[in-house]
């Protein structure tokens, strides 16, 4: 598999061992040298003129107008980019800046993954469950991008090339082969960081048919790292509407969406003289809004209120001088200071008024919680257990090869 890594310049790779060089003909992969490159040197790549430059301090260079190749001749001595080891091959394309991509096997990259994603200190059980999770995930979505199978960041799954923490290495050796599947064929399981105590169904999230497998389960991830929103968003009328792209004049009105009413849960918003109304999930008003998790809520506030307010509204958000207990969250806070209106009903946001929006929970909310996941583990349940809580319990886990 193809791994797009997002590598920022300057660029250099250095040999852990001997690697082959090879440049891209019409018929495959041509050698560029008789023999290895020798380890122990640098270079620096770049373009130049349209065509991909590598050069060494040593005054060694290497120019090609067409892809690259680098090829350890021993597996356990990977090339660096910028210090980081990857696995496999590296190949380099040229564009306007150069293109780095990982040529790996799916074993190696889940461990690439699991680095990215997670922490070496999380229970084995829980990075178990992650790990058959992602290896399910990577093979349902393979070939994503067409001329790569998935880009190295969140858009796809957080890559981090060749861990050097022994857990991860552990973690996906316990589950090699292992993926789950649903009526013999593979499930989509995807997973987030926290869902903010309850994961979602996956209808409400995107578009698409339900999936019996990724129905909103119960979460345990309360004392993780990223439950709570670390800072709330104020928008005016105006500005939310802009957001939305809606537009028009006028009060805007917000209400709430029904799964009886559309077949999934979100917010409608309309304006009095405008293009209509719109009627968006919450996942979509979560992306267009740039929040950082599911798990929100609107709430009506005055704007001069809020402005009066501001300095010591600073302090209760950000905590500034002041310890709190990790159990009193972002919306208490705010409470004791502000006098709020959750947005429930039909509501008009008019002059003066703004919309403040508290949440918990990163993410899009579906499937695996991996903060869940590592408190489940915490509990003592097993990696299986862990798997069967998120996706069902008629979710089969098996071995692939």
């Given amino acids: 598999m193809i791994v797009k890594l997002n590598i920022t310049e300057p660029v250099n790779l250095e040999l852990s061992g001997p690697a082959h060089l090879y440049y891209q003909g019409e018929n495959g992969w041509i050698p560029v040298l008789e023999g290895a490159l020798p380890p122990g040197k640098t270079w620096f790549c770049g373009m130049e003129k349209g065509k991909i430059l590598l050069t060494t301090g040593a005054g060694d260079s290497v120019t090609s107008f067409f892809p690259l190749l680098f090829v350890p001749v021993e597996t356990d001595k990977p090339v660096k980019i910028n210090g980081q080891p990857y696995p496999g091959k590296i190949e380099l394309r040229p564009g306007f800046t150069v293109g780095f991509f990982n040529h790996t096997g799916l074993e190696d990259y889940v461990a690439g993954v699991l680095a990215g994603e997670t922490y070496p200190h999380w229970p084995p059980a829980a990075l178990q469950a992650i790990a058959v999770a992602v ?16 880009c190295d960041q969140v858009h796809c799954q957080k890559y981090a090339g060749l861990p050097q923490a022994p857990a991860f290495l552990s973690a996906v050796a316990a589950t090699r082969g292992q993926v789950l599947t649903w009526e013999g064929r593979l499930i989509n399981a995807v997973y987030h960081a926290s869902s903010g105590g309850f994961t979602q169904n996956n209808e409400d999230v995107w578009e698409g048919e339900a999936l019996p497998y990724l129905r909103g389960v119960e979460d345990f991830d309360q004392n993780g790292e990223k439950y709570y929103w670390a800072e709330s968003f104020i928008f005016t009328g105006e500005e939310l509407a802009a957001k939305l792209g809606l537009n028009g004049n006028g009060p805007l009105e917000i209400f709430p969406v029904t799964a009886g009413e ?32 599911p798990n929100f809520r609107f709430y009506k506030v005055n704007m001069d209120e809020l402005a009066a307010a501001a300095s010591r509204l600073e302090e209760l958000v950000l905590g500034k001088g002041i310890e709190f207990d990790r159990e009193v969250s972002l919306e208490a806070r705010i409470r004791l200071l502000l006098p709020v209106e959750e947005i429930h009903g039909r509501t008009l946001i008019g002059p003066g008024e703004g919309v403040l929006v508290i949440g918990r ?13 590592r408190a489940l583990a915490e509990k003592g349940c097993d990696y299986r257990r862990i ?10 886990i098996q071995r692939a090869y």
């Fill in 361 to 373: 929970g990163a993410g899009h909310g579906v499937g695996l919680s991996q903060w869940g996941a």
């Fill in 387 to 396: 798997l069967n809580h998120y996706y069902g319990e008629k979710v089969i």
């Fill in 262 to 293: 559309r077949g999934f849960t979100g917010l409608g918003f309309r304006r009095e003289k405008g293009n209509g109304e719109m009627v968006i999930r919450y996942e979509t008003v979560r992306r267009l809004l740039r929040l950082p998790g």
């Fill in 135 to 150: 290896r399910t995930y990577t093979l349902f979505n393979l070939n994503r991008h067409g001329e790569f199978d998935f």
